[in-house]
Every structure is written in C-alpha cells, then in structure tokens.
C-alpha cells in the first residue's frame, strides 16, 4: 500500500479520484487519519461529489482530534443526506445514522438547539433501538446542560422504557426530581431503583435521607438498617445515618461503631482517597467531617478523652474547614488542655460562623474566657459583651452568671470599678444556688 500510494502521489489527478483513493488507503488500510483527511479534502476541493467519499471523509473528520474537524465532518455528513435523499429508495434507512451523528457532533460543540433538531427525527424515524436509546440519553445532556430540567425528565422516562433494568437511569432521574423539588416522585424513582439493584447503597442512603427530611424517621433508620444488614455496596451513608441516630439516643457505643464504619479506609490512604472521589461523585461526600465531629463530641463530653477528641476534631476541619461546631469544639478542647493561643485561632472562626446561631453564645463566652486567660482584658470585654447580648441561646445558667461575674472581674482588673460593680450586681441575681466556679478565676484587686 505504501509503494502504491508513492506512485499514486506522483500521478496526475484532475478529477480527485485519486486523491480519494490515496485518502482510503491512508485511511482503511494504513490508520493515518491525518493524511487521510488531507487527501480526502483534496478530493472535495477538485470537484469529486461522491457519496462514499463524504461517508468515509465524515467518520475520518470526526474521529480526529481536532475540534476544527468537527465542522468539516457536520459538512460532509450534510452532502451524505443531499445524495441519500437524491438516490431515492434507501433514504430513510440509511439516513438515520448521519441524523444521529449530525447530533453528537453539534453537542460536543455544545450547540444544543441544532443537536436536538438531528435527535428529535432520531427519536421519530430510527429502528434502530440502539440508536434511539442513546438518543434519548444525548436529549438527556441537552436537556441538563440548557437547564431545561423537564426536557431531561421526559427523555430520562423515555430511556428507562427502553431499558428498564439500568439503574443509573432511576438515579440520574431521581436527582432531577430532587432539583425541581419534586419530592415524592424521586421517592417513587428510588424505590424501583431498589428492586432492580438491591446492591448499590447510595440509593438506600438517598432514600433513607429524603425520608429523613420529610420528618419520617422511622422509615428512614429502617431503610439505612436494611443497607447494613445486606452489607451492600458503599453502605457508609448508611452507618452515618444510624449513627446519628444512636447518638441522639445516647447509646454512645453503638454510635461510635456506625460512625466510624462511615468513614473512608482507615488504613489505605489510597483506598481513602478512590472510596472520596466516589462518593463525591454521587454527592454523598459531605458526610465525613459531621461523622468525625460526632465522634469527637462522644470521647469529649462522655469518655472525657480530650486527646481522642482533638484528634478528631482535626481530622473533620481537614474535610470541611468551616464546619462551625468542630472549630468550636477544638476551641473548647484546646482551651481544656492550657493551648490557649491556639484556642483562640479557632475560636474566633467559631464566632465568625455561627452568628446568631444556638452556639453563639458559647463561642463568644469561651473565646472571652481564653482572652481573660492570656490577660488580654479589652479583647475579653469585647466578647463578654457579644456572649451577653445572644444569652438567650445559653443551656446552661451557669453560665450566664459565670460570664457576668467574669465580666465584672475583667472590669475591676482593668480599674474600671463603676463597670465592675454594674456586672457584680448582675451576677449575684443570677448565681444558681448550686454552683461551683472554675478554677480559672483570677482574685480581684484589693
């Protein structure tokens, strides 16, 4: 073929013919997709109007990798139909794999008006059932990607009339629903899905955390145990869920168990970072700092294991470094273990997040106490002042009477005796009548 192509190339060729030849050898028998485009383009330039030379220039052209080459191939694949339709009897049938292609090609130059033109006479004339099943699947991406949501609904459903044992249909339409809003019939999605693939656990954990945001708890724990007990596949949303659950019904050592099942491979760190990247992909990644938060909670208030519980902490800012509770919690840890410099690094975060949240009264109380530590009175006063105006969201009146009498302390150390005296005067109507101070307290100035 080599030589032949030498000679050929040496050869007049005012038709184009030749270079069409050239172009298949290059092309069929050598798998030079390069030169073949080059010698088909030849051809097309000399005149030649042939309808094999358009097939196959079209596939080469598409096939390159060049993104140029995707116009030229919409361009050949167009002169296939104007023959087809010219040559009569055989239109329809074989038209139909260039409307497809025509399709896939303006969808990956991301022109999706034109794409869904060449899909919708797929959609209506082609018999060909592989064909029509991803066409459905390309109207799907149209539909997503020009957020026409209900576009992508309607060739998803279509899609699964075709083929309705794959699950990643179900999935895929489910999260539409999701996105729309439409509750009870990702629900309904979910539940099929279950049937067709009883193993796969991200659809438990997605169906197990809709019922939970719908106020049903109970199905919720029972779809996330029935998960478990199967040991399906990435069942680890599930443990997270159970665990919660347990947490919250302070059975500490079962919780403790499902929450560390929840988490990545503890021992692989490669392992680790593939079971991440997968469960990001469906979304379900989001799970790892509150599990880790949770289980830094137990060994902080119940086992009183502040070194467990540091650790902990730590390993949950590494996922989400703005999860409000672990900065606050490290805050409370660090301040437990004397690091106070540190304390207040996180504990500033702390009350930068949490705002008027519940929690907003312990960041700011705690930072002020570290502050009141460090001997850095005006920093401390700043935070009393803020832990007092959000004493509402306080759990606990000891608190309250604490950070007054702290407050008039502050005040005292600082000769401001009037102040001093106001919050004294505050803190002993608050004092509860069983109260043991901490141990912190500096005396005040004689």
């Given amino acids: 073929y080599a030589t032949a192509v030498k000679h050929w190339e040496e050869a007049s060729d005012e038709s184009g013919e030749l270079s069409f030849l050239i172009g298949w050898v290059y092309d069929i028998q050598l798998k030079d997709k390069n030169k073949a485009v080059l010698n088909y383009e030849a051809a097309m330039e000399k005149g030649l109007d042939d309808l094999d030379l358009y097939r196959l220039a079209g ?63 797929t959609i209506a004339k082609d018999p060909n059932p592989t064909r029509l099943f991803k066409a459905h699947l390309y109207m799907t991406i149209i539909g997503t990607e020009s957020k026409d949501i209900e576009l992508a609904i309607q060739h998803y459903q279509a899609a699964i009339e075709l083929r309705p044992e794959t699950p990643e249909l ?15 019939e990702a629900v309904d999605v979910l539940q099929k899905v279950l049937q067709i693939s009883p193993s796969q656990g991200f659809n438990y954990a997605t169906l197990a955390k ?6 049903q708890e109970d199905i919720a724990i029972n779809i996330a145990k029935s998960a478990v007990d199967r040991d399906v596949e990435h069942v680890e949303l599930s443990h997270f869920i159970l665990g919660k659950k347990l947490h919250s019904v302070k059975d500490y050592p079962s919780a403790l168990s499902h929450l560390y099942s929840s988490l990545p491979n503890q021992e692989d760190a490669q392992k680790s970072m593939e079971q991440i990247q997968i469960w990001k992909h469906y979304n379900q990644s989001g799970h790892i700092s509150e599990a880790l938060f949770l289980m830094a909670k137990i060994y902080m208030e119940v086992y009183k294991d502040l070194d467990a519980a540091e650790m902990y902490l730590r390993k949950s800012l590494e996922f989400e470094s703005g999860h409000v509770d672990a900065n606050l919690y490290l805050g409370l840890v660090l301040e437990s273990k004397g690091a106070f410099e540190e304390a207040v690094n996180y504990l500033r975060k702390a009350v930068v997040y949490m705002k008027a949240s519940p929690g907003c009264f312990l960041a700011n109380y705690t930072l002020g106490n570290v502050l009141y530590q460090i001997e850095k009175y005006s920093q401390a006063i700043t935070y009393y002042d803020k832990a007092a105006q959000v004493r509402q969201h306080a759990n606990d009146p000891a608190l309250v009477y604490q950070m007054y009498d702290n407050l ?26 069983h109260y043991s101070p901490i141990d912190y307290i500096k005396p005040r100035t004689k």
């Fill in 408 to 433: 008039s302390r502050v005040h005292d150390l600082c000769n401001d005796k009037q102040s001093a005296i106001k919050f004294q005067n505050i803190a002993k109507n608050l004092k509860p009548v």
């Fill in 170 to 184: 179900y999935q895929n339409l489910a999260h539409l629903y999701l996105n729309l809003g439409r509750v009870p």
């Fill in 59 to 121: 596939d080469a052209f598409a096939k390159t990798e060049f993104p140029s080459n995707r116009r030229k191939a919409i361009a050949c694949y167009s002169n296939v139909l104007r023959l087809l339709k010219i040559s009569g009897p055989n239109f329809n049938k074989e038209s139909m794999k260039y409307y497809f292609a025509l399709g896939k090609l303006y969808i990956e130059l991301n022109e999706y008006d034109a794409a869904k033109e060449f899909f919708r006479i």
């Fill in 210 to 215: 809709l019922f939970l945001d719908q106020g």
